[in-house]
C-alpha cells in the first residue's frame, strides 16, 4: 500500500520472451494506491496459476505499445491465467476502482483453466479484449471464467 499522500509507479520495461513480468504460483498479492506501467518488451504483467489470488485495489494500470509479433496469441497482456492441472481451485481476481487502460488484452484465460474475476469500481479500456478464452474441449477441457461487473465502465 502507498503512503498517504505518494502515489508510486512501478515500470516494467523487458522480460525474457513470453515470460511474465510477475508470476504469482499459489498465495495471494495484494497491490494498493501504485501504479504499474508496461513498456513494450513485457508480453504479460501478471501470470496468475489456478488457486491463486490477485487482488488491486485503487491501482492504475498502464500498457503501452503492444508487443512486436503477428500471432494473436502474444499480444500484450495484462492478466494472464495458465492452465489448471487436475482438480484446482480457480484463480481469483480482484480489482476495486482499478483503471486499467492501453493496448493488447487485459485479462486472459488459458485453455482448461477457471478464474472467478470481480471487477468493482474504475474502468477498463484496450484496443484488444476485455476478457479472451483460450482453447477448447479439444484442448483438455473447458475454460470457464466467473464474472462479477460493478459500477465498471469497460469499453
Known sequence: R???GHEPVLRFEVADEGAAA???ASGRLTLAGVG???GPGVATLFAVAPGATL?????MLERGEPVASSDASDEGVLVRVGQARGRTPPARLVFRDVQALGRGSCLV???AAAATVE???GGCAFDGRFLRLEGGPRDGGETKVDLVVGDA???
Do not use: M, Q, Y
Not at 55 to 59: I, P, Q, S
Open 22 to 24: 510477475v508470476t504469482l
Open 55 to 59: 487482488e488491486l485495489d485503487g491501482v
Open 153 to 155: 465502465t469497460i469499453a
Open 109 to 111: 484465460v488459458g485453455p
Open 36 to 38: 504499474l506501467r508496461v
Open 119 to 121: 471487477w468493482n469500481g
Open 2 to 4: 502507498a503512503a498517504e
